[in-house]
């Protein structure tokens, strides 16, 4: 069983009934490995520059649910949301050991 050791602040990308796709430079630890957990379903994309953007073919990320992705420092998170909830989106860089 692995241990989580988290490397830095959580990060929150949050959308709102303005703004329903939003991206969000990350701060990502040596480990290159982040948690992902999401208030609502929603598609996540992670990209290299700043004009990526989240479409509802991309990567669904499940309400309530962790997540563990390998992402290399400086990437960008895209988020986009399914229907008209606000939804939350929790980045926290960690390592696995």
């Given amino acids: 069983m692995?241990?989580?050791?988290?490397?830095?602040?959580?990060?929150?990308v949050t959308t709102t009934n303005g703004n329903?796709?939003?991206s969000n430079a990350l701060v990502i630890g040596a480990a290159?490995?982040?948690r992902v957990s999401s208030s609502e379903n929603c598609h996540i994309t992670f990209t290299a520059l700043n004009?990526?953007?989240?479409?509802?073919?991309?990567l669904l990320l499940t309400t309530n649910?962790?997540?563990?992705?390998?992402?290399?420092?400086?990437f960008?998170?895209?988020v986009i949301r399914i229907g008209s909830s606000n939804t939350v989106v929790s980045v926290t860089s960690v390592d696995l050991r």
């Fill in 76 to 78: 960008f998170l895209n």
């Fill in 51 to 58: 004009s990526g953007t989240a479409a509802a073919t991309n």
């Fill in 20 to 22: 329903s796709t939003q």
């Fill in 2 to 12: 692995a241990i989580i050791q988290q490397l830095g602040a959580t990060q929150v």
């Fill in 32 to 34: 290159e490995t982040v």
């Fill in 65 to 74: 649910t962790l997540h563990f992705f390998s992402v290399p420092n400086g």
